[in-house]
């Protein structure tokens, strides 16, 4: 299995309150992805890493902050969680990027972590 | 990016083959297909992908038909373990990094029953 952990696994927490998760690889991978899963959705990507201090935004980033200050590390901070951002969160990463007859990237991802806001 | 549309659900008999259906009608030429599937409470796990050509390799084979509209996971002897959600996903293109995002949708829900 890619080294990929993701902490904390389990979190509760109250609204309005910031929380950090963090996600921490050992594969030296350059691309790190943040994901969110809720019930009868498919995995969302919220922000992504394509390099240290360089992120962006994915389909559902509102609310949602990241960094990158050191490529094992990527973190996911909700600066004042709600109750909509109850969810189960996947860290995934990847080695290469697309180019020119690039086909391959397949995302490895972590065991994911259960938040829940009340 | 293009959009997959799979059935919701499936069961299959254990040790028969599973056929997983995907129509990507949206699909462009340098788009691959990529299958991962998810077993409860895990993260995904990739299994295979393909462009034009049928792909076969320890886990499954991917059957992609001509006009690539179209594709079929087959996983040839199913058993208990293989129980989980199968996501088919066409590959976009991210516009900063140039990596490609893989957009997940509802997948499909196979149970394998003894």
């Known amino acids: 299995d890619a080294g990929i952990t993701q902490s904390p696994r389990h979190k509760v927490t109250e609204t309005g309150t910031p929380v950090t998760l963090r996600c921490h690889q050992t594969e030296n991978h350059r691309y790190m992805y943040w994901y969110r899963q809720d019930p009868g959705h498919g995995l969302r990507l919220i922000h992504y890493s394509y390099g240290v201090k360089d992120t962006d935004k994915g389909e559902v980033s509102d609310g949602y902050s990241v960094s990158r200050s050191k490529t094992e590390d990527f973190l996911l901070t909700l600066e004042s969680a709600t109750s909509s951002q109850t969810s189960v969160y996947f860290c995934?990463?990847?080695?290469?990027?697309?180019?020119?007859?690039?086909?391959?990237?397949?995302?490895?991802f972590g065991p994911g972590t259960r938040l829940t806001v009340l | 990016d293009a959009k997959t549309t799979q059935p919701p659900s499936m069961d299959c008999a254990e040790g028969r083959a599973a056929n997983l259906p995907c129509n990507h009608s949206t699909i462009s030429g340098n788009e691959y297909v990529y299958w991962y599937r998810q077993i409860h409470s895990q993260g995904p796990q990739y299994i295979i992908h393909?462009?034009?050509n049928n792909e076969t390799n320890e886990m499954a084979s991917l059957i992609i038909t001509e006009d690539r509209k179209s594709s079929t996971l087959i996983l040839p002897h199913a058993t208990l373990r293989d129980t989980a959600v199968y996501y088919c996903i066409v590959r976009g293109t991210l516009s900063i990094s140039n990596d490609y995002k893989l957009s997940f949708g509802a997948g499909t829900t196979v149970t394998v029953r003894a």
């Open positions: 393909g462009l034009k």
């Open positions: 995934a990463i990847s080695e290469s990027g697309t180019g020119v007859g690039s086909s391959y990237n397949e995302q490895f």
